[in-house]
């Protein structure tokens, strides 16, 4: 590297930011400008957000809240809501295409976008290995009450489970699945998006109807066994399935009027998606005490519906919507992972054979198959529990860094341009790191420690190998 | 060494003709006509049940090498020509069987009516001959209008149907339709059969690839024109719900463009083509928007290489492959597997 005229100091090199420009749409006929509505818009943030976690997150939740987890459900639907607001104005001051990374390269520096990027691998990687935990409880469930069919235990569940196996393998091989599609370039439409959501409010509803039938509000009788506290802690349990509501902010520059539509749609999906978690919640806490929750497997909802109707119809009927629509739910996830590192492979962050295009397939092939074997392996070992809690801790940080992105940009350049601001500055984005600060502290000190460990060991591989190889770096020298 | 031109005696069956004869021409080959016509039953029947049906399969054979005499009659011909009415159960399998009993060098064969116009069609025979030919497979778009860009306006197709149907087709947005369909059945036809001004080869940065454009080169030195290099990149459809934004594929698609660019200039610095070659990517939303992103001439062939997964020594369309013919305006000759060539 020959040095540059103004010796690049290792504070300069730290806090450089990636231009901004515009992202490169192909002017083509076919490209979709300014045409999304605010329900298209909606229904990309239920599709997204629905399916990671509500359909196996009860389990873990409920212990740690009690019947008081409805609560916990509102607070993470708040925080994540504060936080998907804030998300709508980075997105469109920044006009880059992508996630919370490429916010952050353009706005705080290389090093904090190398920290979110870290916090990424987890909202979309670990979050991938846990929906496909989930998945292969409710194939389980299916595959036995449809066929009788008793998978052995070694094979459904990690070693470390509350009741071990050996390997996870149905989640290993719906990772598989999803990386032969993605390999050959499968991609969801958006119609079949809208059937997803479809498939997944409707079975949601089904189980909200059938245990209302069998509701007992004795069980809510000891509403919070573990307080406030412990509503926090099952909060950021929950905050696992409010994941994807940030896609609406995505969209932000094909959005009509986004000043209007943006605010409206995130709140449309959070209103769905919040009534019917708490719904589920509450219909759920109603059939059994609360106690009963704990243990039980990954197909919860699934197992609910039999105790209440005596039958296993209906719980089949929900297992196979569950598989189904996390199926797709997997396969989007691991899809935005594997951009996620496209991008930073682009952007010189890591290796370049994160950003090489297969001239077969033209999909990042290698990129695919990296991450769908660490995805596989984290799914196969790994029980869900621990999953569940990196990717909150994971995602509750990369939301604070965007809430805080807001105002430092808004300090720095009050000038530039945004197409959607967020209503109550300054409130909402400093509510926005409050609500997710509190969540955060309430987390196990064991999460913490691996999460420290692991974006210090990111930080780290940044350090030997981003900070030389970046493109800035490049393009400067 | 012949040009095998698989004709189908229909009013507008000329596609084929027309290509075969820019081969013969290209190449300074015969041209062989083969019409496969129904075959008769081997064992003899009592009472020569069958006569009729074979009076009728020698008809249509007749009928096809006089309409296509006729045809390049017209086209004022300068190579020799011959016509075959070879019965046969599967006209793919017997054009092959043509193929390697006259030393065929090149099998050309029309597209089906119904593509658009100025596009190739692949039939069913031409799906059959495109998985199993053993040598090169040229295919005709349907009605290229000879001198205007391809691709472009219906109403310029010549429609001289020699069995004086009138033209249905006419089409009357354009000005002066009588006249224009007039011209180009007279100077139309020279053009049409002409030779080939370039051919371009597609390119994947695949091995066989890199085979498929060393044979291209070395046919258009064979040939005398021009050849050009080009590689053709399709957006990756938008995954829905959009978690990482609207335009991830769009960054995909700039990554395969660079390195589309750095393996053209691998072929140059493998000498495999020359320094002067031009090298051209297409990039769209679709194949068609890919492949009109770069500029075709009127006497262009695209040559497209057989899939690696196909046997050796056979062409072997992948699937690829045969999406860009669907997209292609000019004709198209699809290789065989090239690594027997050499």
């Known amino acids: ?477 | 060494m012949t040009v095998v031109v698989g004709h189908l005696p229909r009013p507008d069956g000329h596609g084929a003709l027309d290509l075969g004869l820019r081969f013969a021409r290209a190449r300074g080959e015969p041209m062989l006509v083969v019409t496969v016509v129904p075959r008769q039953w081997s064992t003899p029947s009592p009472a020569r049940v069958d006569a009729e049906f074979g009076e009728y399969a020698r008809r249509v054979g007749a009928e096809a090498a006089a309409s296509a005499g006729a045809y390049l009659a017209a086209a004022g011909v300068d190579v020799p020509v011959s016509y075959r009415a070879v019965p046969g159960r599967s006209v793919a399998s017997t054009l092959v069987e043509v193929v390697q009993e006259a030393g065929g060098t090149v099998l050309v064969v029309g597209g089906t009516a119904d593509a658009p116009p100025g596009r190739i069609g692949v039939g069913t025979t031409a799906q059959k001959l495109l998985h199993a030919a053993p040598v090169g497979v040229a295919l005709a778009p349907r009605d290229r209008s000879p001198d205007s860009s391809p691709g472009s306006s219906p109403g310029s197709s010549p429609r001289g149907t020699p069995d004086g149907r009138p033209d249905s087709r006419a089409d009357s947005t354009v000005d002066g339709t009588v006249d224009r369909a007039v011209d180009s059945t007279v100077d139309g036809t020279v053009d049409r059969t002409a030779g080939f001004g370039r051919l371009t080869v597609a390119f994947s940065d695949s091995e066989s690839s890199v085979r498929t454009v060393a044979a291209t080169a070395e046919l258009a030195a064979r040939l005398g024109v021009a050849l050009r290099v080009a590689s053709f990149g399709v957006r990756n459809p938008t995954m829905y719900p959009p978690e990482v934004g609207l335009h991830a594929e769009d960054s995909v698609l700039d990554s395969w463009a660079d390195q589309a660019v750095e393996a053209q200039r691998r072929l140059v610095s493998g000498g495999i083509v020359g320094a002067g070659v031009p090298r051209v990517i297409g990039t769209g939303t679709s194949w068609d928007e890919a492949v009109a992103a770069v500029d075709w001439r009127g006497d262009e062939l695209l040559v497209v290489g057989s899939s690696d997964s196909g046997p050796l020594a056979r062409v072997f369309l992948g699937s690829r492959a045969s999406k860009l013919i669907r997209a292609a305006p000019v004709p198209v000759l699809v290789l065989p597997h090239p690594s027997s060539r050499s």
Request: a neutral charge; charged letters at 10%; one cysteine or more.
């Open chain 1, 1 to 477: 590297m020959t040095t540059p005229r103004r010796p690049s100091t290792l504070r300069t090199e730290l806090l450089r930011r990636k231009p901004v420009r515009p992202p490169t749409t192909g002017s083509g006929p076919g490209e979709l400008r300014r045409s999304i509505g605010t329900l298209q818009l909606a229904a990309f943030g239920i599709g997204a957000t629905v399916g990671t976690g509500i359909f196996f997150v009860l389990s873990s939740a409920v212990p740690d809240a009690g019947p008081a987890v409805v609560l916990s459900f509102v607070l993470a639907g708040v925080a994540a809501g504060l936080s998907a607001l804030c998300y709508a104005e980075m997105a469109s001051a920044v006009p880059v295409s992508g996630s919370t990374y490429s916010y952050a390269y353009a706005t705080l520096g290389e090093v904090v976008a190398m920290g979110v990027a870290a916090c990424l691998l987890l909202e979309y990687g670990v979050s991938a290995a846990a929906v496909a935990v989930g998945w292969s409880g409710y194939l389980n469930e299916a595959l036995v009450n449809i066929t009788g069919i008793e998978l052995p235990q070694a094979i459904l569940a990690a070693p470390w489970d509350s009741v071990p196996g050996v390997v996870n393998l149905p989640a290993v091989v719906l990772v598989g699945l999803c990386m032969v599609l993605l390999i050959r370039g499968a991609s969801e439409s958006a119609r079949l998006n809208a059937i997803m959501v479809a498939i997944k409010l409707a079975v949601l509803a089904m189980f909200v109807v059938i245990a209302f039938t069998a509701f007992d509000a004795d069980n809510f009788a000891d509403f919070a066994p573990f307080g406030t506290a412990g509503v926090a802690t099952a909060a950021g349990v929950i905050f696992f399935s409010f994941i994807g509501l940030d896609a609406v902010s995505t969209a932000g520059d094909e959005v009509r009027d986004p000043q209007r539509t943006m605010p409206r749609a995130l709140l449309i999906a959070l209103a769905v998606v919040i009534t019917f978690y708490v719904l589920v919640a509450v219909s759920a806490v109603g059939t059994q005490p609360w106690q009963d929750f704990e243990g039980q497997s990954e197909a919860g909802l699934s197992q609910i519906l039999n105790n209440v109707t005596g039958s296993a119809v209906w719980g089949t009927v929900l297992a196979v919507g569950a598989v189904v629509s996390i199926f797709s739910v997997t396969l989007v996830v691991l899809y935005g992972q594997t951009r996620i590192l496209f991008a930073m492979g682009r952007d010189g962050m890591l290796p370049p054979l994160f950003s090489r295009v297969s001239p077969r397939t033209r999909t990042p092939v290698q990129n695919t198959v990296v991450v769908c074997v660490v995805v596989a392996l984290l799914a196969a070992f790994v029980p869900l529990d621990h999953l569940v809690d990196l990717v909150s801790i994971g995602t509750l940080t990369a939301f604070i860094v965007v809430s805080v992105g807001v105002i430092v940009l808004r300090r720095r350049e009050p000038d530039l341009p945004r197409g959607f601001t967020v209503p109550g500055y300054p409130v909402v984005p400093i509510l926005s790191v409050l609500v997710c600060g509190y969540i955060l502290l309430s987390l196990h000190w064991v999460t913490w420690l691996v999460f420290a460990a692991w974006v210090a060991l990111f930080l780290l591989f940044y350090a030997g190998y981003g900070r030389r190889h970046s493109a800035l770096a490049r393009e400067r020298a």
